[in-house]
Structure formats: C-alpha cells, structure tokens
C-alpha cells in the first residue's frame, strides 16, 4: 500500500513532462515570428538569410557596393549579405492585375539611430501610431511606409493604404499573430529545417503560367521548400482540385523533362557542366492523390559556381550598378 504515493508521484511527473513537451513542440515549431506579422497576401515568402553564410561567400569574389547601395552603406552601416538574417514577404496582384502590392518584415543586425536618420531623411513625411514612426518614402511610383518594429525588425509596405502596417505594428505588440490565411491552412506542409520557402495560391479561373511553358490547374496551391544537407535540396508540392489534375501535371512535367534530357544528351560532353547535370538528373516527379511533388537536389558546388559567375558578372568594368 505504500507504493501507491510513489507511483501517483511518478505518474504525476510523466504527464508534467508531456504537457511540457507538448507546449514546447506546439510553442517552438510554428512559423517564423516574421511571417505571423504579414497580412494577408495571394504569396507568402520566407528566406533564413543567415544560415546561407553570403558573407563568406562574397568574400570568394568581392564587389564595392555602388550608386544608391553604396550611399545607404555608408549613411546606415547596413550590409545586407552580413547584417541581414531574415527577410519575409506576402505579395498579392492589385484589383485591376497592373500591379503588386507587398509587404517585408526584415529581421537582422541594425544601428537603430542611423537607420532612423537615413529614413528621416528620405522620407516625405512621417506618422505616429502606437509609440512607433511610420516613414512614408515616394520610390519608383509608389508610397513605400518603413517602420522600425525594434532593434531587430524593420518592416517595408508599398500597399496604398496605412492600415496594412498598422496591422504588423499591432501584431508585433501583441505577438499574438496568427498570421496570413494562406501561412494558417499550408504551412504544416513546410519540411521542418528548411531555409527558405513559398507558399502561392493560383489564380482563381486562368491556369497559372510559369516559365518554360509549363502551367499549373486553377486554384492549386504550390508549397515550395529549400533545405541544406550537403546538398540543397528542393521539394515543391502543388495541390489541385482533383486527382486528373493532379496526373495531368505530373504527365506535362515529365514530358518537360524528357525533353530537357534528350537535350542534354545530345550536346554530349561539349560545354556539359557535371554539377548542373547532376542537378537535372536529380530532378523527380509523383502523384500523391492530388497532389503533385517535385524533388531536386542541387549540389554545393553548383551553388558556389552560380554565386561566383553572378559576383564576376557585377564585378566586370562596364556593369551597370545594381539597385538594393
């Protein structure tokens, strides 16, 4: 009879300890607090900048910032391949589809003062809401509001209305967010580590045209992921309405495929990269009922090779100055 307190006791600790091991995986694995401050947009974007190492990869083949980059560098003391850690995005057409409307939640290493100065300056007017200042800035056709959410955050929207960013000014308060509707219903579908991902909805009616000439049904929801074991490893889930659709995709993409193949092989070994190839030949296709999955793995030395010829290409006499 006395082993009864002591087995109440150790059953006591146990559903302590799945209750706190419940709380934590339900705490720690949602999305990235920066996505939870978007509002509600037709793409969600989200990039780990500071696990890609850019910094040690410009090293490799360094280039002087110029024109209004380099003016910002030396105004703020913001490098982006060094200072920039996260940087979230929802996107969404206008009504009329001339347009994009965005929003980007910034997530690094910043000199709040000097920051604050460069926007003062640049700015055509400001706004106070909720102890925080809203820089409104005229660039390139359109009302871009900056504001400062701490000393980590920055948050950027072209959105005509001031009521979007007074929504992440809220939300970052709060940190109560749950975040766009599109992050809510998909994101369980991001591979846990990954360092950067899309989630899209299509178009409602129209089929939904990427580059090559390869479309997607209406209405399908695309999941895109980027993760890194070595290699980089690419998975894209595209949902439709229905099972046909879904084989219909899988069917065009591999034909895609063969033919890119065929091309391959009849160039032979003349001007044949090893790691593209691999790159291609790495890349899968399957229906899972209605869903599309489309697999890649890129390897690192692919990666290296891409960001040195972009670096030597900026870097060549003659480039035209990239704007930030």
Same mark, same amino acid.
């Given at each position: 009879?006395?082993?009864?307190?002591?087995?109440?006791?150790?059953?006591?600790?146990?559903?302590?300890?799945?209750?706190?091991?419940?709380?934590?995986?339900?705490?720690?694995?949602?999305?990235?607090?920066?996505?939870?401050?978007?509002?509600?947009?037709?793409?969600?974007?989200?990039?780990?900048?500071?696990?890609?190492?850019?910094?040690?990869?410009?090293?490799?083949?360094?280039?002087?910032?110029?024109?209004?980059?380099?003016?910002?560098?030396?105004?703020?003391?913001?490098?982006?391949?060094?200072?920039?850690?996260?940087?979230?995005?929802?996107?969404?057409?206008?009504?009329?589809?001339?347009?994009?409307?965005?929003?980007?939640?910034?997530?690094?290493?910043?000199?709040?003062?000097?920051?604050?100065?460069?926007?003062?300056?640049?700015?055509?007017?400001?706004?106070?809401?909720?102890?925080?200042?809203?820089?409104?800035?005229?660039?390139?056709?359109?009302?871009?509001?900056?504001?400062?959410?701490?000393?980590?955050?920055?948050?950027?929207?072209?959105?005509?209305?001031?009521e979007p960013m007074h929504g992440i000014v809220d939300r970052s308060i709060t940190r109560h967010a749950a975040g766009p509707s599109l992050l809510d219903a998909f994101?369980?579908?991001?591979?846990?580590?990954?360092?950067?991902?899309?989630?899209?909805?299509?178009?409602?009616?129209?089929?939904?045209?990427?580059?090559?000439?390869?479309?997607?049904?209406?209405?399908?929801? %695309? *999941?895109?992921?980027?993760?890194?074991?070595? /290699? #980089?490893?690419?998975?894209?889930?595209?949902?439709? &309405?229905? +099972?046909?659709?879904?084989?219909?995709?899988?069917?065009?993409?591999?034909?895609?495929?063969?033919?890119?193949?065929?091309?391959?092989?009849?160039?032979?070994?003349?001007?044949?990269?090893?790691?593209?190839?691999?790159?291609?030949?790495?890349?899968?296709?399957?229906?899972?009922?209605?869903? %599309? *999955?489309?697999?890649?793995?890129?390897?690192? /030395? #692919?990666?290296?090779?891409?960001?040195?010829?972009? &670096?030597? +290409?900026?870097?060549?006499?003659?480039?035209?100055?990239?704007?930030?």
């Amino acid at each position: 009879m006395r082993k009864t307190p002591n087995l109440l006791i150790s059953a006591g600790i146990v559903v302590a300890a799945l209750a706190l091991g419940f709380f934590v995986s339900t705490r720690f694995s949602g999305p990235p607090l920066a996505t939870q401050l978007l509002p509600e947009g037709d793409s969600i974007v989200y990039l780990k900048l500071g696990s890609l190492h850019l910094e040690d990869l410009s090293q490799s083949a360094s280039v002087e910032p110029e024109g209004d980059y380099k003016e910002f560098v030396a105004q703020t003391g913001i490098q982006i391949e060094r200072d920039l850690d996260e940087v979230a995005m929802s996107r969404r057409d206008t009504p009329d589809h001339r347009d994009v409307e965005s929003s980007e939640i910034l997530v690094g290493h910043f000199d709040a003062e000097r920051l604050k100065t460069y926007l003062q300056k640049a700015a055509h007017d400001t706004q106070e809401y909720r102890d925080h200042t809203i820089y409104g800035i005229q660039h390139e056709g359109h009302f871009v509001r900056v504001c400062l959410l701490d000393a980590a955050r920055v948050a950027v929207t072209n959105m005509d209305r001031s009521e979007p960013m007074h929504g992440i000014v809220d939300r970052s308060i709060t940190r109560h967010a749950a975040g766009p509707s599109l992050l809510d219903a998909f994101y369980n579908r991001v591979p846990h580590g990954s360092l950067g991902w899309v989630i899209a909805r299509g178009p409602n009616q129209d089929a939904w045209q990427l580059p090559g000439g390869f479309s997607l049904p209406a209405d399908s929801i %695309a *999941v895109a992921s980027l993760r890194y074991d070595s /290699s #980089l490893l690419f998975r894209a889930e595209i949902s439709a &309405q229905s +099972e046909t659709q879904a084989k219909q995709m899988v069917e065009d993409a591999n034909s895609h495929l063969a033919l890119v193949h065929s091309i391959g092989e009849s160039l032979g070994a003349r001007g044949q990269d090893k790691d593209l190839k691999a790159a291609f030949d790495s890349l899968r296709v399957e229906q899972k009922e209605n869903v %599309a *999955v489309f697999t890649a793995t890129i390897p690192q /030395s #692919l990666i290296k090779k891409i960001w040195s010829e972009v &670096q030597n +290409e900026n870097a060549a006499p003659g480039a035209p100055a990239q704007k930030p």
